[in-house]
């Protein structure tokens, strides 16, 4: 069976840091651009990161953008999602899924600005509760 499974979520205190694993099981990460998204309660999931396999780069939205970064472990099965600095506004609940369409992630091509597609990913994890206090 395939799927990820998230963890690493935690309560945080503002300005702290905490690092997301996503492992994948039954799936070679090597052949999907992996993307980390969350979602807060009463808004809409939001991608937040991405991992692409085809090359090794990075994209991320603009609120994150050097305070995130997004990695991949060397055997290909997990990725990791540091989240420095972090503020009351990224509390929400973290999930990683795979693009199954594409092994780059989509961005803007001027901005390297991460614009994902969410109908594009799927194997969806159960997702890890990410709590920052003010």
């Known amino acids: 069976q395939v799927m990820f499974v998230e963890s690493g979520g935690n309560l945080v205190q503002s300005g702290g840091s905490l690092k997301l694993s996503c492992t994948a099981s039954g799936l070679f990460l090597d052949y999907y651009a992996v993307g980390w998204f969350r979602q807060a309660p009463g808004k809409e999931r939001e991608g937040v990161s991405c991992f692409s396999a085809s090359d090794g780069s990075t994209n991320y939205i603009d609120s994150v953008n050097g305070r995130f970064t997004i990695s991949r472990d060397h055997a290909k099965t997990t990725v990791f999602l540091q989240m420095n600095n972090l503020k009351p506004e990224d509390t929400a609940v973290y999930y990683c899924?795979?693009?199954?369409?594409?092994?780059?992630?989509?961005?803007?091509?001027?901005?390297?600005?991460?614009?994902?597609?969410?109908?594009?990913?799927?194997?969806w994890g159960q997702g890890t509760q990410v709590t920052v206090s003010s």
């Open positions: 899924a795979a693009n199954l369409m594409r092994r780059r992630c989509r961005s803007d091509a001027s901005s390297r600005r991460y614009t994902p597609l969410t109908h594009e990913y799927g194997y």
